[in-house]
């Protein structure tokens, strides 16, 4: 596994926060309706994985959806891009819970004095802890992570962790994992005792850490990570995303951590770190949660269908987890069922994009639709050093290869640099399928987040026709550089997506290859070709890569037959 996986405040209308990253989406939701692309509202299992198809019959995650459904209706979800906007609102949110009300939150990496806002008091251990002293119900299921010492943050994760509990929270170190696993689910869960109308979850791949804080302009988070590449520079630009969801779907959400933290399974295998635990004082054994409170009142006029689709190992031969015996695959299903519909675009940006198993599957949707594009926004660079760069690279060129050899002229794949000619970290983990099925979570296109560390996604498929393609022109109007309120008709049909940001790549680059005489081009895409690494480099890193980075957490008879 790679070490480190590496704006607006909100406002308060009638008890809901309205973003200006909401309006920005919204504007662009005038767009959408130049065209629909597949009206969905009466074939939702055509998109969307059943009861049956989620292969987890241990889980009681849909036991609160009728007939074979296993998503929820009348949903309101809100694409918040960028750390800077997340972090707003989060504070804001939390800030404004009472007593008796709960709140729940699972991290793959904390830092206690991380500040949401920037403005002192604003720290994740002082937030949270304020509202346990409130008397809410506050608890925290943090990853207790590999050593420091190889370039992990078990000294953050333990810090937080202790912080939080000498303020009366109980946040536990959770390292029910594979061997070389992480807990990668980051998501938030807000219920209120008296009004559940207001009820919240975010879901995505914003931690609660340094790094994360950051906005469109994407100068870094000024408490930033020390660890990361030196392209980055000191404060490194961050780009990323979280859904913020309100609706029946938050129970949903709740469940999700209520099964983890009710599992009996102990916190670690080590008799060592449990020993020393216990010297340090940690609670190691998860107090009850109070009993689950019904799902929220559908939104008015909520159109947002939400499923969520997750990732478990097959846990020491399927002996442990017992919400998911021989472990859940969903994140690969649910991806897997999309992509086979799509026919016009899928639009990815993703942290890594590596490996076969990935490329294989965009690769047979590729060949089958002579009409399908494909656009990704990935890292410049990997955010590590060394061996360990050669080997990220060396999955980023199977799967690219993959799928260009395949459609050479409707793959491309782009980077992103801030205007000052900084790359822009994408830690962002979104899918968009012909801007119908759309996907914010913590997983990755490789086969560690599909089949060998927890992970969580928040799916959406929007009744109304408008979620999807709204934040996708959202999206590509950053990454354009272009205000927000810019018509973006050059980016709604899939081939003129594909044209735009190739001119917007090609300008750029061209200005670096001359250069960079006369003033900078507009725009943040950098285009990227497979990377260029030798056969025997390849040979080398191989078993690095499938055994460290992208280990398979399957058991062994769908890894034989290569299934999910």
């Not at 909401?22 to 629909?36: K, N, P, T, Y």
């Not at 983990?429 to 296109?445: P, Y």
């Not at 460290?548 to 999910?564: A, I, Q, T, W």
Request: with cysteine.
């Amino acid at each position: 596994m790679a070490p480190r996986r590496s704006g607006s405040a909100a406002c308060w209308i009638r008890g809901a926060p309205a973003l200006h990253a909401l309006a920005r989406v919204g504007r662009c939701g005038a767009v959408h309706r130049l065209r629909q692309t597949d009206p969905v509202s009466d074939h939702l299992s055509d998109w969307l994985l059943t009861k049956r198809e989620r292969g987890n019959s241990a889980t009681r995650l849909d036991d609160v959806h009728p007939r074979d459904e296993a998503w929820s209706e009348g949903n309101l979800v809100r694409p918040l891009v960028h750390g800077a906007v997340y972090f707003a609102e989060l504070y804001e949110r939390i800030e404004a819970t009472r007593a008796g009300d709960l709140v729940l939150f699972s991290d793959w990496q904390g830092d206690a004095d991380e500040r949401l806002t920037g403005e002192p008091g604003s720290e994740v251990v002082e937030v949270l802890g304020r509202a346990d002293e409130r008397g809410v119900d506050v608890r925290g299921l943090v990853w207790r992570s590999h050593s420091s010492a190889i370039g992990f943050s078990s000294d953050e994760n333990l810090r937080l962790g202790r912080a939080l509990q000498k303020r009366g929270a109980e946040a536990i170190l959770d390292m029910r994992v594979r061997t070389g696993g992480s807990h990668h689910q980051k998501f938030v869960v807000i219920r209120h005792r008296d009004d559940p109308s207001r009820d919240i979850a975010y879901v995505g791949g914003i931690d609660l850490c340094h790094s994360r804080r950051d906005d469109r302009d994407h100068g870094g988070d000024p408490q930033a990570l020390g660890d990361m590449a030196d392209e980055y520079g000191d404060t490194p630009p961050w780009h990323d995303v979280q859904a913020a969801i309100t609706g029946p779907a938050v129970h949903d959400v709740e469940t999700v951590f209520r099964e983890r933290w009710e599992d009996p399974t102990t916190l670690s295998r080590s008799p060592v770190i449990l020993l020393r635990d216990k010297l340090r004082g940690l609670d190691t054994t998860p107090d009850p949660l109070p009993e689950q409170a019904p799902p929220p009142p559908p939104v008015p006029d909520g159109t947002h269908v939400v499923q969520l689709l997750r990732t478990y190992p097959n846990l020491r031969q399927g002996r442990d987890y017992q919400f998911a015996r021989g472990g859940e695959r969903s994140v690969a299903r649910g991806y897997t069922k999309a992509v086979e519909r799509a026919r016009r675009l899928i639009y990815v940006e993703d942290q890594y994009l590596w490996g076969s198993h990935v490329g294989n599957v965009f690769s047979e949707a590729l060949r089958a639709h002579p009409d399908l594009y494909v656009v990704a926004v990935v890292p410049l660079h990997p955010d590590v050093e060394g061996f360990s760069r050669t080997a990220q690279l060396v999955g980023r060129r199977r799967a690219m290869l993959d799928m260009m050899r395949v459609a050479p002229g409707r793959v491309a794949v782009y980077g992103i640099e801030n205007t000052a000619g900084t790359p822009i970290y994408v830690h962002a983990k979104a899918c968009l399928i012909d801007d119908t099925w759309a996907s914010i979570g913590s997983d990755n296109f490789n086969r560690r987040s599909w089949t060998h560390d927890s992970e969580l996604s928040a799916v959406v498929i929007d009744t109304a026709g408008t979620y999807a393609r709204s934040l996708r022109l959202a999206l590509a109007a950053e990454h354009l550089d272009r205000d927000p309120d810019d018509a973006m008709a050059d980016c709604v049909e899939p081939a003129d997506l594909f044209a735009t940001y190739a001119s917007c790549a090609d300008a750029l680059d061209g200005w670096y290859a001359g250069g960079r005489r006369g003033p900078r081009p507009p725009g943040r895409l950098r285009r990227l070709a497979p990377p260029e690494v030798g056969p025997v480099t390849r040979l080398l890193a191989r078993p690095f890569y499938q055994l460290v980075h992208d280990p398979d957490g399957r058991p062994k008879p769908l890894r034989r037959d290569d299934d999910f």
